[in-house]
């Protein structure tokens, strides 16, 4: 019962204000308008002088308390612990020297090579043309 007497009384509000709108003059609405503007811009110096006023201290605890609930933080800390750290493969034991080492890059980039040659000069030597 409460609550629907709240929503009349509101219901009620705006429709007066609705009315008082349509019905004000273009010199009227230019000073609502100007005050309204007026009312942000002070709001807006009133929030802007209060963050100015934060420590250092205060600030990083602001930003660490938004990105806490970030969702691509909570995602970025769910892959770092829950899965175990995977090691790169080490092979300094026996280097492979890709320039000395025939058919190396021929193997490792057959769509490149699909004949398995890599030396061009060796086709010429074979056909004869050099």
Known sequence: M????????LAHDRERRRRKIDEETNEEREERLALEGEARRALARKKYSL?????PNQIAARLS???????KTIWIQVAQHNH???????????????????????????????????????????????
């Open 84 to 130: 175990e750290r995977i090691d790169w493969l080490h092979n300094e034991v026996s280097p492979v020297d890709e320039f000395h080492t025939p058919g190396y890059i021929a193997r490792a980039f057959p769509t490149f090579y699909p004949w398995r040659v890599t030396d061009l000069n060796e086709r010429n030597k074979t056909d004869g043309i050099l």
């Open 2 to 9: 409460l609550i629907d007497m709240e929503e009349a009384h």
């Open 65 to 71: 308390q938004r990105s806490q609930n970030d969702p």
């Open 51 to 55: 963050i100015a006023k934060e420590t």
